[in-house]
């Protein structure tokens, strides 16, 4: 004898973010430093709720006050609210200072490294580093030609495209950026690695290779982004 049985079963899920930006603004930076230090009282005092605690090691914070005019172009300088600080509390209760760092100062977060004076040297570095490790893979790999293509299209390129929304490049950084993969996979795929921008850009249905240009993704992306949060 077979039995059936019928179990409902509620499911709850839960997100959670480890990583997270607090935005304070205004007029008098002090004024701003003590609001945003109660946010994050009480930022700390809801993650103690669910047992969790703000990580000390991992928090910074920027005070960025005004631009000033500087060889044509607006440059960022930071506030001056004194002997200012502002903490957290550790697990163990104990009061914290929080780092300050200057404006032009890169910090990472999510991956992806930013300073609100738009500084981008590190994030470059990182980006062209990651290049030319793969191109290094590539090139010492045994893959086909046809594999050697599609992994720049589905690994390195992708993995290049993720930050490029926070971003603010030139074309010749994303130019000098992708140059090494390119480098290394064209010829793999039994292509020139100095082709042509424009065949190998090109949509593979007018005969080109469509390999990623990250300028143009870097600018399709953000515009899709302004619209949509617009």
Same mark, same amino acid.
């Given at each position: 004898?077979?039995? $059936?049985?019928?179990?409902?079963?509620?499911l709850?899920?839960?997100?959670?973010?480890?990583?997270?930006?607090?935005? +304070?603004?205004?007029?008098d930076?002090?004024?701003?430093? /003590? @609001?945003? +230090?109660?946010?994050i009282? /009480?930022?700390?005092?809801?993650?103690?709720?669910?047992?969790?605690?703000?990580?000390?090691?991992?928090?910074?914070?920027?005070?960025?006050?005004? $631009?000033?005019?500087?060889?044509?172009?607006?440059?960022?300088? !930071?506030?001056?609210?004194?002997?200012?600080?502002? @903490?957290? +509390?550790?697990?163990? !209760?104990?009061?914290?200072?929080? /780092?300050?760092?200057?404006? !032009?100062?890169?910090?990472?977060?999510?991956?992806?490294?930013? #300073?609100? @004076?738009g500084?981008?040297?590190?994030?470059?570095? +990182?980006?062209?580093? =990651?290049?030319?490790?793969?191109?290094?893979?590539?090139?010492?790999?045994?893959?086909?030609?046809?594999?050697?293509?599609?992994?720049?299209?589905? =690994?390195?390129?992708?993995?290049?495209?993720?930050?490029?929304? #926070?971003? =603010?490049?030139?074309?010749?950084?994303?130019?000098?950026?992708?140059?090494?993969?390119?480098? #290394?996979?064209?010829?793999? #795929?039994?292509?020139?690695?100095?082709?042509?921008?424009?065949?190998?850009?090109?949509?593979?249905? @007018?005969?080109?290779?469509?390999? *990623?240009?990250?300028? =143009? *993704?870097?600018? *399709?992306?953000?515009?899709?982004?302004?619209v949509?949060?617009?």
């Amino acid at each position: 004898m077979c039995c $059936y049985f019928k179990n409902l079963f509620l499911l709850v899920g839960f997100a959670f973010v480890d990583n997270c930006d607090l935005i +304070q603004s205004g007029q008098d930076p002090r004024v701003v430093a /003590e @609001s945003m +230090q109660a946010v994050i009282r /009480e930022w700390g005092d809801l993650m103690e709720v669910t047992g969790g605690a703000l990580e000390t090691k991992k928090s910074y914070w920027y005070l960025l006050i005004d $631009y000033k005019w500087v060889r044509g172009k607006w440059t960022a300088v !930071n506030g001056d609210v004194g002997d200012f600080e502002l @903490s957290v +509390q550790s697990v163990d !209760n104990a009061k914290i200072s929080i /780092e300050r760092l200057d404006c !032009n100062k890169e910090s990472e977060m999510l991956g992806i490294w930013m #300073a609100p @004076s738009g500084e981008k040297k590190h994030m470059v570095a +990182q980006m062209r580093e =990651t290049a030319l490790d793969w191109g290094a893979r590539v090139c010492l790999g045994n893959a086909s030609p046809t594999d050697s293509l599609a992994a720049l299209h589905t =690994t390195i390129a992708m993995k290049l495209k993720y930050p490029l929304a #926070a971003l =603010t490049l030139t074309e010749k950084e994303c130019n000098h950026i992708m140059a090494l993969a390119i480098r #290394a996979a064209l010829p793999k #795929a039994g292509f020139s690695g100095s082709m042509s921008s424009i065949f190998r850009h090109a949509p593979i249905a @007018s005969l080109g290779l469509n390999v *990623t240009d990250l300028y =143009t *993704t870097m600018g *399709t992306t953000r515009t899709a982004l302004l619209v949509h949060h617009s």
